[in-house]
């Protein structure tokens, strides 16, 4: 009888103590593991070849994920999400690097507000790419995206390209299929080997508008201190081999001539086929400009999608004159369905820039899992 009140005393002070955790309220583990068989060919300025084969997430990238929502009441709810990248490949499966991690607010009457890193609302859109925003990012669009970031003559990776940390988002309510979208973060640093930093502050406004056959979205944003630079899709930037390629700078910018961009997105499912539209310019005033334009259709069938987008572009540099030239890219994707979770894939980009014959050709085949 002792030790039944002993158990029942013990079970009551642990229910106490966890009284305040509601994990049945929402929370939700998903993710997704990707790898590809991966084969690569990539040209440089000077004809030298660069080669690469060998497993890597070229579908999506291989990620747990964390989220969840709790009603608080009187039209108010918490809303959190925290993402884990995973490297398959990898003898460490997970390395010391965060995707998305944001907690938020939302009101029925009035809308959202988030805080934390999180991706940028050119990111969101970019996604309405018939090909998705593969792994190994062959889009054309993605040139726009300012790759590198340059500390003391380095190219090094500036994290607010896709997310934006110490970020603040704000999300209007649905208004007949419209919402607004604004954006700003606090500073993002890059770091070359030198230990350099240089800090870069992220801002946007944009409007997207979601219906049950079109989907269609604007977007202004402005990234300081960040140059326009970028490298062919393939072994450089998507950082399947030890070895970048050399990064070319197109614009120069500062705390106070930023580098700008203007999106214009579109996808109207016809039925048979969706075809889609993304035009993105960047700009740096007095500096250079680089303008994309992206077409694209996919067709499904059975359980199969088959989704073939073609981008062109121009690059026009006041400050780096030895870079102007044209852009092209075009890329193939067939997608096998086994059912919601499962997929099969086999990729194929093309990409060139004529000012260095520069060529990079992508084929890949994997698989896709989503829990």
């Not at 269609?216 to 300081?224: G, I, K, R, S």
């Amino acid at each position: 009888m002792k030790k039944s009140l002993v158990a029942l005393a013990t079970l009551s002070l642990i229910g106490s103590a966890f009284a305040d955790v509601d994990v049945s309220g929402g929370v939700k583990m998903y993710g997704v593991i990707d790898q590809g068989l991966t084969s690569q060919s990539y040209q440089v300025s000077n004809g030298t070849i660069a080669n690469y084969q060998g497993l890597y997430a070229a579908a999506a990238t291989s990620r747990l994920g964390f989220k969840g929502t709790r009603d608080l009441g009187d039209g108010f709810k918490a809303d959190f999400l925290a993402e884990i990248q995973l490297e398959p490949q990898q003898v460490t499966l997970l390395p010391a690097k965060n995707r998305s991690a944001w907690v938020g607010i939302t009101n029925t009457d009035v809308g959202t507000i988030r805080l934390g890193t999180q991706e940028t609302t050119a990111y969101e859109v970019f996604a309405m790419d018939v090909n998705g925003r593969v792994e190994y990012k062959p889009q054309l669009w993605r040139y726009t995206t300012t790759k590198a970031e340059y500390v003391n003559n380095t190219a090094t990776e500036l994290g607010t390209q896709d997310r934006a940390n110490q970020a603040i988002k704000v999300i209007s309510k649905d208004m007949g299929g419209f919402t607004a979208h604004a954006m700003m973060n606090f500073g993002s640093s890059a770091n070359a080997d030198t230990n350099s930093y240089i800090t870069s502050t992220y801002s946007s406004l944009g409007l997207k508008y979601n219906s049950e056959k079109l989907k269609a979205a604007y977007v202004f944003d402005q990234l300081t201190n960040a140059d326009g630079a970028w490298y062919l899709p393939g072994v450089s930037s998507g950082q399947v081999a030890s070895t970048k390629g050399t990064a070319s700078k197109w614009a120069a910018a500062s705390a106070s001539n930023p580098l700008t961009r203007n999106i214009l997105v579109a996808s109207y499912d016809f039925g048979a086929f969706t075809g889609s539209y993304i035009m993105a310019n960047a700009s740096v005033s007095g500096s250079g400009s680089m303008s994309t334009n992206t077409f694209g259709v996919s067709v499904p069938y059975d359980k199969f999608k088959f989704a073939l987008s073609y981008g062109s572009g121009a690059i026009d540099s006041t400050t780096y004159t030895t870079v102007n030239g044209t852009l092209t890219d075009t890329t193939f994707g067939t997608y096998y369905n086994f059912d919601k979770s499962t997929q099969a894939y086999l990729l194929y980009s093309n990409s060139t820039y004529s000012d260095v014959t520069g060529v990079s050709k992508t084929v890949a085949i994997g698989a896709r899992y989503n829990f």
